[in-house]
């Protein structure tokens, strides 16, 4: 595609589409049909606005993103060290993109314990250590010591310099704006409540998705973060809103088809939710003169 913003904006609209997808899959893997996964999926494409638009930025948020849904995703359904191992791979992806991923792999690590006990373990760490080590150290020593830099020293060095504040206000306004249901309905979810039935795999959803929370919280908290940094909040809270709604139409868990007034009522839950994520998204793409102005300033620092 060449040397222009293009390819980057295309990697990223396309990984924010395999985020969605993978939440869709999450959910669909816990409750075996369609319409509350889709639902979950919608959800998360809704936050396109709160997420600061980021979505689709020629920058690493959606990519990263993508690559640690698919390493949580990978260690649901792996059975084998085999599987493990891919996931663990993925995940230093994830972290290779995006450090603050590195949030999930405490849970994948105790998913593959669960799952193959020390064999997976290792066969995780091993292809996590592995991937990330070999990377790091070719990037460090292409770049002569800046990949070090940026990627550990400098962030380090940031502290959270003003965003104090955001130590309850991320809590009190920025998670639930807009969500106040979903983000009910994934309390619900944690807490235990009876009026939502779960999954024997309930514990990996939730330890996942307090820590895709957790690692917002803490990116929010460093100086210079954005609104692009409540990506992965927004993509767990998607998840567990799916697992909700689906825990609310059902009795048991292993019951495949809910009850006909559950299932309508949490169906106008969802909708309710949705209207709510609404907004005038085509203010976001840029008229003529931005247009314009964009090409110029890119020529500007081509040629200078």
Same mark, same amino acid.
């Given at each position: 595609?060449?040397?222009?913003?293009?390819?980057?904006?295309?990697?990223?609209?396309?990984?924010?589409?395999?985020?969605?997808?993978?939440?869709?899959?999450?959910?669909?893997?816990? &409750?075996?049909?369609?319409?509350?996964?889709?639902?979950?999926?919608?959800?998360?494409?809704? &936050?396109?606005?709160?997420?600061?638009?980021?979505?689709?930025?020629?920058?690493?948020?959606?990519?990263?993103?993508?690559?640690?849904?698919?390493?949580?995703?990978?260690?649901?359904?792996?059975?084998?060290?085999?599987?493990?191992?891919?996931?663990? =791979?993925?995940?230093?992806?994830?972290?290779?993109?995006?450090?603050?991923?590195?949030?999930?792999?405490?849970?994948?690590?105790?998913?593959?314990?669960? $799952?193959?006990?020390?064999?997976?373990?290792?066969?995780?760490?091993?292809?996590?250590?592995? $991937?990330?080590?070999?990377?790091?150290?070719?990037?460090?020593?292409?770049?002569?010591?800046?990949?070090?830099?940026?990627?550990?020293?400098?962030?380090? =060095?940031?502290?959270?310099?003003?965003?104090?504040?955001?130590?309850?206000?991320?809590?009190?306004?920025?998670?639930?704006?807009?969500?106040?249901?979903?983000? &009910?309905?994934?309390?619900?979810?944690?807490?235990?409540?009876?009026?939502?039935?779960?999954?024997?795999?309930?514990?990996?959803?939730?330890? $996942?998705?307090?820590?895709?929370?957790?690692?917002?919280?803490?990116?929010?908290?460093?100086?210079?973060?954005?609104?692009?940094?409540?990506?992965?909040?927004?993509?767990?809270?998607?998840?567990?809103?799916?697992?909700?709604?689906?825990?609310?139409?059902?009795?048991?868990?292993?019951?495949?088809?809910?009850?006909?007034?559950?299932?309508?009522?949490?169906?106008?839950?969802?909708?309710?939710?949705?209207?709510?994520?609404?907004?005038?998204?085509?203010?976001?793409?840029?008229?003529?003169?931005?247009?314009?102005?964009?090409? =110029?300033? $890119?020529?500007?620092?081509?040629?200078?």
């Amino acid at each position: 595609a060449g040397l222009s913003f293009l390819p980057l904006r295309l990697l990223s609209a396309t990984a924010a589409l395999a985020s969605a997808l993978l939440v869709v899959w999450l959910v669909r893997i816990e &409750t075996r049909g369609w319409l509350f996964p889709a639902l979950a999926g919608l959800m998360f494409l809704g &936050t396109f606005e709160l997420s600061g638009a980021w979505f689709d930025l020629a920058r690493e948020d959606s990519l990263a993103l993508a690559l640690a849904l698919g390493a949580v995703a990978l260690g649901r359904v792996a059975t084998t060290p085999r599987g493990l191992g891919a996931a663990g =791979a993925v995940a230093a992806l994830a972290l290779l993109t995006k450090q603050s991923t590195a949030v999930v792999v405490p849970a994948l690590l105790v998913q593959a314990l669960v $799952v193959a006990r020390w064999r997976g373990a290792l066969a995780f760490l091993g292809a996590f250590g592995a $991937v990330t080590v070999v990377a790091a150290a070719y990037l460090h020593l292409q770049s002569a010591g800046w990949f070090w830099y940026y990627t550990v020293e400098l962030p380090l =060095a940031h502290g959270m310099k003003g965003r104090e504040v955001l130590l309850v206000d991320f809590w009190r306004f920025e998670l639930p704006a807009r969500i106040p249901l979903a983000l &009910t309905c994934a309390v619900l979810f944690l807490s235990g409540s009876p009026a939502v039935a779960r999954s024997r795999h309930a514990w990996y959803c939730a330890a $996942v998705a307090l820590s895709l929370i957790a690692g917002s919280y803490l990116s929010r908290l460093h100086m210079g973060s954005f609104l692009n940094d409540l990506m992965p909040a927004h993509a767990a809270l998607a998840w567990l809103f799916g697992l909700a709604l689906h825990g609310m139409s059902v009795s048991r868990p292993e019951l495949r088809t809910p009850a006909p007034r559950a299932l309508a009522a949490c169906c106008l839950l969802a909708v309710v939710q949705l209207v709510l994520l609404w907004g005038d998204w085509s203010r976001y793409g840029p008229g003529r003169r931005a247009g314009a102005a964009g090409d =110029a300033l $890119v020529a500007l620092v081509r040629n200078y």
